[in-house]
Structure formats: structure tokens, C-alpha cells
């Protein structure tokens, strides 16, 4: 890729006996093992790559901060992904991400960079900021040169959620701003026809509720003045994944029959999926209470294309959830709640969810290209049929060719 990019065809011609020599592909950390093997270096080079370990991982650091560029410069690398995580940390699983710094700087100080990095940032996910993610998908001198769902099949003993991608910078060409990536070009194809050409395009997402949707009151913490003690920070009102189990005492077993009115709450106890009582003052009043939903696991699956969902399901009126579940619609009638899960369970609202979600995460916003549909009994779908049914009228809806309606019946999985 590297010749590809940089190098002319005719200055290839004349310049591979230099480049066969200079340009080594592997880990570099580890170079000092084979440099004195039977490697052809030239003396220069050898001598280059007597790096001791610290140098060659601040390696990049020494470019990055580079005072100013004195001639025209190509970086080329696979830069730090993530810091360490603080012995201190009270998140033990969360290392924030420092690859993009790299990369921004590089698009500042080099004419053309190759980069291999985490592919998250394409789909807008992760924790690369979000005006980072903007930036990249917006910029016309990069392209994505590579896509691998599977970073293992790249770095067999880094599993990277979401992939790895190698993009190329070039602050001579135009290659037009990416927006949206999709890595299969029929997924890109039916993007655009449903979302990008589609005047009346709305999101799904649109009608959706997040995994804090579900909030203790502040009468909750009045009558139980320790709850500062066992949440984790007194301003956290949402209902963790362990409310139930930090919280028996609030979310009861079985409803008391003592007048009060109460709310039931989905939750898991373990790998269980159960439901607790909860008297309604102890829970913020929120509109969704009083409407029929439909309830997503927040987190599914691995993010590769064509998964099933793990039983979503129709919640009834003065039900909630907690943090495991993100909510969908707010709807008068069982009928429609019933006519979304449907959908949901569709192969073509599962192949426009694939565009964003790439990793387990299951959040609103990647849903935000899977087009919102009336599911009332006016719509233009009859919700009624069986969901193979139901998918064909989706095909036929947004004017899907035979190869796409083939891609999808192919790579997406069916659901009952």
C-alpha cells in the first residue's frame, strides 16, 4: 500500500532495489530481534533501527512534535492506540484513545500519511471524539484504502472492537469526504437509495430513548438516605445494571399490597432477565410510562454484520427498564408497539442498523441510518404479514435492486 500510495509507477520502475531495502514490514518494536539475522539492510539502515525499546515506541512522539516540516514529508506507521489505564482508575476496563492525535497531527505536518488504526472512528463510534470522527469523515484528502471487521486476522493477539482500518492521506488529491462508511459497496448503494436520495428520510433513532432513560427521585433519596453510599456518585440517579441487587429494598420481588401505586422495572439478575416493583414516587415522572415500547438490549451480539437481536420485546404501559434495555417509540396503541418489533426484527432494518453499529454496543444513535416507518394501521407496510413479508414490502418501498435485496437475504440473518 505504501508504494502504491506514495511512489509513481515510473519512479517505482527505478527505485525498487531502494525500496526493497529500506522499507521492512513487521513489528518494529521487535526489529532489534532480526536486524543481525540475515537481513539485507544496507549499513545505514541497520544502524537506524538500533533502537533501544523506549526509543522506538516514542518514536512517533518525536515526529509528531516535529517543530516544523522542513521538506516534503511521508508518515507512515501504526501510531499508539489508547493510553494505559491509571492504577487509580475507577474504571478498570475503559483505556481513552490517543490514536487520533496522531493522526490529526500527521494530516497537519505531512503532505501523505498511511496510517493503520482502530476503524471505529469511521462509524462514528467509540470513544474518539466526536468532532474527530467529524473532521475525518469529512475530509476530502483521505480515503479508506482498507477495511478488516476482524483485527485479529491482522493482529492475531489484539482483538480491537470494530476493526482496523488503513487510511491515506494526500494533501494533493481530492478524493471526496467519506460521511458514511459502509464496507460493502451493495450497504453503500442501499444507503444512499434509503437515506441520502430519500427526501423524506427520518431515523428510527428519532423515537428512541437512551439506556438513562429510567431515573430515581429525589424522594427516593430522602427516604433512603444511604443510597449516596451505594451509588457510585450521588448525582447518578439512573438505574445502573446492579440497581437490583444494590437496591432490594427499593425494587421489590413481589408488589406489596399496601395502596401505594407502582411501577415495574425490567432488569437482569445475573444473566436473568426479571422484573421488580418500584413504588412510583422513588422514580422521576417521565411520559414513557404512560405509553406502549418496545424494549432493546443495549449492548448485542459482537457489531458483525447480519446478527440477530437478543429478544426484544413490547413493554406495556407503567413499565420501565434499567440500563440494560434502551427504549423505542412511545406509542398510544399495543397494535403499533407490536408493528415496531416487527420491524426491528426485519433483515432490512438490521442491515441499515450494520452501517453504524460495529461493535456489541447498541445505543440510539446507530440507528440513526435506519429510516423511521408509520406504524399505524394507515401505514404503507402491513405490519400484519409474517417478517419475510414484511421485508419485501421494505425492498419494493425503497426501490432495491435483485443484487441488493440479494446482499441482504445473504448476509443478514433471519428472525422470528
Known amino acids: ?9 515510473e519512479i517505482l520502475q527505478t527505485a ?40 522506538q515506541q516514542n518514536l512517533f512522539e518525536e515526529v509528531i512534535f516535529m517543530p516544523e516540516k522542513k521538506s516534503p514529508l511521508v508518515i507512515l506507521g501504526n501510531p499508539p492506540y489508547q493510553k494505559d489505564i491509571p492504577k487509580d482508575s475507577d474504571n478498570k476496563t475503559f483505556a481513552a484513545p490517543i490514536y487520533h492525535k496522531f493522526l490529526e497531527k500527521s494530516w497537519e505536518i505531512a503532505d501523505k500519511v498511511i496510517m493503520i488504526h482502530p476503524a471505529r472512528c469511521l462509524f462514528n463510534a467509540g470513544a474518539t471524539p466526536k468532532d474527530f470522527n467529524k473532521k475525518l469523515l469529512q475530509n476530502e484528502h483521505l480515503k479508506v484504502v482498507d477495511y478488516e471487521p476482524d483485527s485479529t486476522k491482522i493482529f492475531p493477539r489484539a482483538d480491537i472492537k470494530g476493526g482496523v482500518a488503513i487510511t491515506y492521506f494526500d494533501k494533493e488529491k481530492n478524493f471526496g469526504a467519506i460521511d458514511t462508511f459502509t464496507p460493502f459497496p451493495e450497504l ?18 428519532k423515537i428512541m430513548r437512551g439506556q438513562m432513560t429510567y431515573r430515581l427521585s429525589e424522594k427516593a433519596y430522602k427516604d433512603f438516605p444511604d443510597l449516596s453510599q451505594r451509588l457510585p456518585k450521588r448525582t447518578d440517579t439512573a438505574l445502573r445494571t446492579n440497581a437490583f441487587e444494590i437496591m432490594p429494598d427499593i425494587f421489590l420481588k413481589e408488589k406489596p399490597d399496601d395502596g401505594k401505586d407502582y411501577l415495574k422495572i425490567l432488569g437482569k439478575l445475573g444473566t436473568q432477565r426479571v422484573y421488580r416493583f418500584v413504588r412510583r414516587e422513588y422514580m422521576e415522572d417521565i411520559p414513557e410510562y404512560k405509553f406502549y ?88 407496510i402491513d405490519w400484519t404479514k409474517k417478517i419475510s413479508e414484511i421485508d419485501t414490502q421494505l425492498y419494493k418501498k425503497y426501490s432495491l435492486s435483485a443484487e441488493e435485496i440479494k446482499f441482504i437475504e445473504e448476509k443478514i440473518r433471519a428472525m422470528s
Open 1 to 9: 500500500i505504501f508504494r502504491e500510495f506514495v511512489f509513481d509507477e
Open 16 to 55: 525498487d532495489l531502494v525500496i526493497e531495502k529500506n522499507i521492512v514490514q513487521g513489528d518494529a518494536l521487535k526489529l532489534d530481534e532480526i536486524l543481525f539475522g540475515d537481513w539485507n539492510f544496507f549499513p545505514a539502515v541497520r544502524e537506524i533501527f538500533k533502537f533501544t525499546k523506549n526509543v
Open 188 to 205: 453503500n448503494s442501499i444507503f444512499h437509495k434509503v437515506c441520502i436520495d430519500n427526501k423524506n428520510f427520518q431515523p428510527l433513532s
Open 293 to 380: 415500547k418496545v424494549f432493546v438490549t443495549k449492548s448485542n451480539g459482537t457489531g458483525t454484520l447480519g446478527e440477530t437481536l437478543s429478544n426484544p420485546l413490547v413493554s406495556f404501559p407503567n413499565v420501565g427498564s434499567t440500563q440494560t434495555f434502551i427504549t423505542i417509540g412511545a406509542f398510544e396503541k399495543e397494535i403499533e408497539a407490536q408493528a415496531c418489533l416487527s420491524y426491528i426484527k426485519t433483515k432490512f432494518c438490521r442491515a441499515m442498523l450494520g452501517i453504524l453499529k460495529i461493535t456489541q454496543d447498541n445505543p440510539p444513535q446507530t440507528w440513526a441510518k435506519v429510516p423511521l416507518q408509520d406504524f399505524s394501521a394507515t401505514s404503507d
